[in-house]
């Protein structure tokens, strides 16, 4: 497996589900990303991890969570979503914050 | 607010001719400029980046220009070829600024016919 990895790559869940997004990377880089892109919205950033320390939580709801156990692994753990958090989920990794950063594929999340 | 702009939506190119991408910024505190492709399904993909000290950055067919006293930078791709059909994003990071992600733009589409 070479740059960033995610699985699933589509996901439907019911809104009293809890499912886990996973993201890999395989590029030796210090920090991890997700974002969420909705229809006709720029990409919204979710959370921002470096060196596996969460740097930023952009105003995310709780019932969106993440977690970085090493710095190769990002995972994001969702529950009791609501249907406007369908969207694409896109992970990143960057060498250090603020530069180029490297995507995923994405998950599709659909929620119902 | 939004501290990013891409002012047009969408853009259609003949192939061979040159497609020019533009962006605009709010943020003075911006010093790092990027600019990225998405394809439908997929993430996007980093394409050239430029940093404020330099006023142009070129890599193959695709260069970027800054004007920083305007806020505005563009790209260029020259010449278009159908397959640069794309959504293509500008992105910003400022200043040295620990702990924060790029802030992206919400993209234009490019159409390349033959």
């Known amino acids: 497996e070479t740059g960033v990895t995610q699985t699933p790559r589509h996901l439907v869940m019911g809104m009293t589900n809890k499912k886990s997004l996973k993201c890999e990377q395989h590029?030796?880089?210090?920090?991890m990303y997700w974002y969420k892109q909705s229809a006709k919205k720029p990409l919204e950033l979710m959370f921002v991890?470096?060196?596996?320390?969460?740097?930023e939580n952009n105003s995310v709801p709780s019932r969106f969570s993440p977690e970085c156990p090493n710095s190769s692994h990002l995972f994001l753990h969702l529950h009791t979503l609501q249907p406007e958090d369908s969207a694409l989920y896109l992970c990143?990794?960057?060498?250090?914050?603020?530069?180029?950063?490297?995507f995923g594929p994405g998950t599709r999340l659909t929620v119902t | 607010d939004q501290q990013v702009k891409q002012n047009s939506p969408s853009l259609s190119v003949q192939e061979g001719r040159i497609s020019i991408l533009n962006c605009d910024y709010t943020?003075?505190?911006?010093?790092?400029f990027l600019w990225y492709k998405k394809y439908p399904a997929e993430g996007p993909t980093f394409l050239i980046s430029?940093?404020?000290?330099?006023d142009k950055n070129e890599d193959g067919r695709f260069t970027v220009f800054l004007n920083k006293s305007a806020k505005h930078l563009s790209l260029h791709i020259v010449p278009s070829q159908p397959g640069d059909s794309a959504v293509y994003f500008c992105?910003?990071?400022?200043?040295?600024?620990?702990?924060?992600?790029?802030?992206f733009g919400k993209g234009t589409t490019l159409s390349v016919s033959s």
């Open positions: 990143a990794s960057s060498q250090r914050t603020g530069r180029e950063q490297y």
């Open positions: 590029l030796g880089h210090n920090a």
């Open positions: 991890y470096s060196l596996e320390e969460r740097v």
């Open positions: 943020n003075s505190m911006f010093d790092y």
């Open positions: 430029i940093s404020s000290i330099k």
């Open positions: 992105a910003a990071s400022p200043f040295n600024q620990a702990g924060t992600a790029l802030i």
